[in-house]
C-alpha cells in the first residue's frame, strides 16, 4: 500500500536552532500533504497544507515564518521549526491523501527542545 | 473546519471485554477512518468506511456508519490488554479532502 516515510521519528535540539522534518511518498506521487501537530494526549490539529510547487496553506493561528513548509517535489515536503522554542516541543505528523482511499499518514516525529 | 468527536474520552475495561467508542460529526462525509495511537508514536490505520457503507469488519473490529445520525462506532470484541491506545475518527467533507481529527477515545484494557 501508498507509505509515506517520516523522518526523524524523535529529534532533541537546543532553543533557537532549526529542525527540519521531511516527509517521503514511497510508492506514489503526493502532491498535497497535510502537516499536524499533537500535545499530549490532545487530537493532532492541523497546521497546515502542502501543495507541489506552490506556497502553503496555513490554518489560522499558525505561524508561516516559523513553520516553513518545502514541497519542492511529487515526493517530498518538508517542515522546518525555525528559533524553536520549548513550547514547540510536540508531536509532528504529516499525512498524504490517496485517490480512493482517504489518507496514509507518517510515522511521526517527537520534537523537544530544551 | 470538520471534526469529529469522539465519546467517551476514556474507556477502561478488562481483558475479555468488548469496547465501544463512537464518534460524530458535523457535515456530510467522503469516507470516516478510525485509527490507533499508542503513546507517543504515530498513527496505526483500522479502518475505513465510505459514506455509502454502513458496517464494515476487519478482524476483531466492528464499524457503522450511521449517516442520518452522523455518528459511527469503532467496536473492538475480546479485548485484549495489547488494544491499550488512543483511538481517533478522521473524517473529510465534501470536495475536500483534509482529513479532521477528533479529540480521541483512550483505551485501557487491564489484563
Known amino acids: 500500500g501508498a507509505v509515506v516515510s517520516q523522518h526523524p521519528s524523535w529529534v532533541i535540539c537546543k532553543s533557537g536552532t532549526s529542525v527540519k522534518i521531511e516527509c517521503r511518498s514511497l510508492?506514489?506521487?503526493?502532491?498535497?500533504m497535510f502537516w499536524y501537530r499533537q500535545f499530549p494526549k490532545q487530537s493532532l490539529m492541523l497546521m497546515a497544507t502542502s501543495n507541489e510547487g506552490s506556497k502553503a496553506t496555513y490554518e489560522q493561528g499558525v505561524e508561516k515564518d516559523k513553520f516553513l513548509i518545502n514541497h519542492a517535489s511529487l515526493t517530498l515536503s518538508t517542515l522546518t521549526v525555525t528559533s524553536a522554542h520549548p513550547e514547540d516541543s510536540s508531536f509532528y505528523i504529516c499525512?498524504?491523501?490517496?485517490?480512493?482511499?482517504?489518507?496514509?499518514f507518517g510515522s511521526g516525529t517527537r520534537l523537544t527542545v530544551v | 473546519s470538520q471534526q469529529g468527536e469522539e465519546d467517551p474520552q476514556a474507556l477502561s475495561i478488562q481483558e475479555g471485554e468488548n469496547a465501544t467508542m463512537n464518534c460524530s460529526y458535523k457535515t456530510s462525509i467522503n469516507n470516516l477512518q478510525w485509527y490507533r495511537q499508542n503513546s507517543g508514536r504515530g498513527l496505526v490505520h483500522l479502518i475505513l468506511?465510505?459514506?455509502?457503507?454502513r458496517e464494515k469488519h476487519s478482524g476483531r473490529l466492528r464499524v457503522t456508519l450511521d449517516t442520518s445520525k452522523k455518528s459511527s462506532s469503532l467496536l473492538i470484541t475480546a479485548s485484549r490488554a495489547a488494544d491499550t491506545a488512543s483511538y481517533f475518527c478522521?473524517?473529510?467533507?465534501?470536495?475536500?479532502?483534509?482529513?479532521?481529527f477528533g479529540r480521541g477515545t483512550s483505551l485501557i484494557v487491564h489484563p
Open positions: 478522521a473524517t473529510d467533507a465534501g470536495g475536500s479532502y483534509i482529513p479532521t
Open positions: 510508492d506514489f506521487q503526493a502532491t498535497t
Open positions: 499525512s498524504a491523501p490517496l485517490v480512493n482511499y482517504g489518507y496514509t
Open positions: 468506511i465510505r459514506s455509502n457503507e
